[in-house]
């Protein structure tokens, strides 16, 4: 694929044979390294797992507490075989990092998922000088374009004030991992009562363990029977919409809190009242500034429209390349919610009729949310 002397796409996924490990591999491996939790990223039964301090916790919740999972500081450089490897703030989620690998006076570094805007629940984005850079691509069509995330918090406050005022709870669908927490801590906390989904509950215990601060919230099990939900805020996974466990709020005004927001029809097809644009991906001139920043002459693109941004470097002189993601056939029932979206993306990254992505989207929804409901249960996370 490239003359580069650090990294080649396997079968399993991107090998460093210098280092003889993985990077978010697609299947079981002795050595994977990690760049976050989310189900696309990290597959479980690999024999060990490598990741940043701060990402730890929320790994070793989703691959089990018997999977192997060792952690270094970010920008703590480790020898790893004939390579050094370090790993750096991705922005992303709690713990989500940029992989760094140097070789010889050769650099690559693995984006894994990124977003440049501030979040007050993870270390910034930081920006990584190589020569070979790996992006993905989530959000890689210029509709893309996130509003200033204050004026979007401000506008989930307005909303949750309307429904107080029509007597309705507040019930915001978002990713259980990152997303979710990204709104506890930005919400306004005096407008009413703040429930979570089981799911959310437990990853919001290891951003408090990594020192996040966060609002208290009661899981909506803990609330009595016959409790009032039409001044509360709750925030669960998106499967769970349209499960059983989210009858109980009588009068209910549910809105979704995703990039994918920008697409109207998205909305309307998955029949909720409001969508508020906000992602944890970086948007459009986001991903082109980022790969601008690392000055790397070649650049491998993945995990989304790969094409239109591959394309437009090679228009900038970049050597540019399609990296292809493959999925597990289980992946279709994984109730991450992140690999959902990734998902989707990737079947239509030639696309972009809204349709698509909505039909991508409704059909993996009715398995997930029967699988949130049935791990809700047994006090899983997924
Ligand atoms: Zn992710
Ligand atoms: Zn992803």
């Avoid at 993985?22 to 490598?50: K, M, N, Q």
């Avoid at 991705?90 to 010889?104: K, M, N, Y």
Wanted: aromatic fraction near 8%; hydrophobic fraction near 40%; include cysteine.
């Amino acid at each position: 694929m490239s003359a580069n002397p650090i990294l080649r796409l396997t079968e399993a996924g991107l090998y460093c044979e210098p280092g003889d490990f993985f990077i978010d591999p697609w299947r079981r491996v002795e050595r994977a390294v990690i760049t976050h939790a989310h189900a696309d990223h990290a597959r479980r039964g690999c024999g060990s797992y490598l990741t940043s301090d701060p990402g730890k916790h929320p790994l070793q919740l989703r691959m089990g507490a018997d999977a192997l999972v060792q952690s270094i500081a970010y920008g703590e450089a480790v020898r790893i075989r004939d390579v050094t490897v370090s790993l750096h703030p991705a922005g992303h989620v709690l713990g989500s990092a940029q992989i760094r690998i140097e070789h010889s006076g050769y650099v690559a570094v693995v984006s894994g998922d990124y977003k440049v805007d501030h979040d007050p629940t993870c270390a910034s984005f930081e920006s990584v000088k190589c020569h070979l850079f790996i992006t993905e691509s989530t959000f890689g069509l210029p509709i893309y374009r996130w509003a200033r995330s204050a004026e979007v918090f401000a506008a989930i406050d307005s909303w949750r004030i309307e429904n107080q005022a029509a007597g309705k709870a507040s019930l915001l669908l978002a990713y259980s991992l990152g997303k979710a927490q990204r709104i506890l801590a930005s919400v306004d906390r005096s407008i009413g009562p703040i429930f979570a989904h089981g799911a959310v509950e437990a990853m919001n215990r290891a951003y408090r363990s990594a020192g996040v601060e966060l609002p208290e919230i009661a899981t909506v099990q803990s609330a009595s029977k016959g409790f009032d939900w039409s001044k509360a805020l709750i925030v669960a996974p998106p499967s769970a919409w349209g499960s059983p466990w989210a009858r109980r709020f009588g009068e209910v005004s549910t809105a979704v809190a995703s990039g994918w927001m920008t697409i109207r029809g998205t909305r309307r097809r998955r029949g909720v009242d409001r969508g508020f644009v906000i992602s944890d991906h970086a948007d459009w001139p986001g991903l082109l500034g980022a790969i601008e920043a690392t000055g790397a002459s070649e650049v491998w693109v993945t995990h989304g429209y790969s094409a239109v941004v591959a394309r437009l470097l090679l228009e900038r002189g970049i050597d540019a390349k399609i990296v292809s993601t493959r999925f597990e056939g289980e992946r279709i029932d994984s109730t991450d919610d992140d690999s959902l979206s990734d998902n989707a993306a990737a079947a239509v990254s030639t696309l972009t009729s809204s349709d698509t992505i909505d039909g991508e989207n409704g059909s993996t929804d009715i398995e997930s949310s029967r699988s949130v409901v049935r791990n809700e249960d047994a006090g899983l996370l997924e």
